[in-house]
């Protein structure tokens, strides 16, 4: 039990009954100080693998107990939807500790009474800051997007009805948050430095005009968030003609790297 890091040989046989693995050791024994092993083993029947995350930017900053923060999203969820979720909470987080000092973050902020509301103001007023940061930064970054963009333009790709490409500039990812009123530009930076790739879903009657918005992680080849107006989940047309998009986009690595 010293060994894996945890408290007793009590805490030892509580998790080999419940079938802790490797991830969900190191998991408790890094934050033991806010969260209970019997609490670990209730998220990990309810298959809560995003509070990995959740850890790192509110629980163990703040000294939250991780129950308290997992409480909080369910009742979110239920009371305004499925877009209150760990992402969307993630996402708050993070433009909310750009916008204010840490010492300054109260009970009232981590935990606000409408989620979704808050988050679309703070990530809108980061994105904004952002882009009136300084003509020469926003310059250099979008030099480095339009790099980006060119190398990413291989995995274009499009059928009858849609057409995907990737962010071509700076401007035309503030462009893309501001017009479907979702969070993609606080991404500018991890897409500038190849960290993520941000890509447009486009009507092929209307290529100019935003339609869906997808993240795509090159290091792990899936799509982490595909996103329409003001967070909208994507129909089914569109999720299908990702996925094919993804399988060509695997099919051009495998070519690629077989020479």
Request: glycine residues 4%.
């Given at each position: 039990?010293?060994?894996l890091r945890l408290n007793s040989k009590n805490e030892l046989e509580f998790a080999k009954k419940h079938k802790f693995t490797d991830e969900w050791y190191r998991f408790y024994a890094d934050f033991k100080n806010c969260v209970l092993i019997e609490e670990v083993a209730e998220l990990r029947r309810k298959r809560f693998t995003h509070t990995l995350r959740l850890l790192d930017i509110v629980t163990a900053r703040f000294n939250v107990r991780l129950t308290t923060v997992v409480n909080y999203l369910d009742k979110q969820e239920k009371r305004y939807g499925k877009k209150c979720n760990a992402i969307m909470y993630k996402d708050?987080?993070?433009?909310l500790l750009n916008l204010m000092d840490e010492k300054d973050v109260t009970r009232e902020h981590l935990f606000p009474k409408n989620l979704k509301t808050q988050h679309d103001s703070a990530t809108q007023r980061w994105a904004q800051i952002q882009y009136e940061q300084g003509a020469e930064k926003i310059k250099a970054r979008s030099l480095m997007i339009e790099n980006q963009a060119r190398r990413l333009s291989l995995f274009c790709y499009e059928n009858e009805t849609l057409l995907i490409e990737p962010c071509p500039s700076d401007k035309a990812l503030f462009i893309e948050g501001?017009?479907?009123s979702h969070c993609v530009y606080n991404y500018a930076e991890r897409y500038a430095n190849g960290d993520t790739a941000i890509f447009f879903i486009r009507k092929k009657e209307a290529?100019?005009?935003p339609y869906y918005t997808l993240e795509y992680s090159e290091k792990q080849n899936e799509i982490k968030q595909n996103r329409?107006?003001?967070n909208e989940d994507p129909?089914?047309?569109?999720?299908?003609?990702?996925?094919k998009w993804l399988k060509y986009v695997t099919k051009l690595i495998k070519e690629t790297k077989n020479g």
């Open positions: 039990y010293k060994m708050y987080i993070s433009a501001n017009t479907q290529p100019d005009m329409g107006y003001d129909p089914n047309e569109v999720v299908v003609f990702a996925n």
